[in-house]
């Protein structure tokens, strides 16, 4: 019987889910946004959660229990072919990311089913992204429009 047994198995052990889910918050946090396939992030999604309401809190023994939960690293980007050290990833959960859900009681996560599957097996692809982040990610997908008097009124030297 699987009484009050939360989660799935994945086709992992339990070290691999456990290395696997953080890996994916990891990622989530660092990019605020990611691409994996539904159990996985059906899967992760109340680890992140969690995360996010211990960074809501911001006290040091709320930080010091996701630095056990997550480990913490590096946030490295590349900057003329050298890595430079931008911060951590709990340094970004508690100063950025806890502080923009500092109002709301739950659900900081989102995921979007998408429309295509993985090559390899068929899985079922979705986009999982922290709720509140639809402004910044719709401006980077989407190209400036002109509005319709610009693009149909030839330009004059006067």
Known sequence: MRHKVAGGQLNRTSEHRIALRRNLAQSLIEHETISTTLPKAKHVKSFVEK???????????????AVALLNDRDILVEKDGVLEKKGTIIGKLFSEIGPRYIDRKGGYTRIIKLSNTRLGDNGRLVLMQFVGNETKASKEQQPAKKKKGEASKPKTDK
Do not use: P
């Open 51 to 65: 995360l996010v309401t211990l960074a809501r809190k911001g006290d040091l023994a709320s930080r010091r229990r």
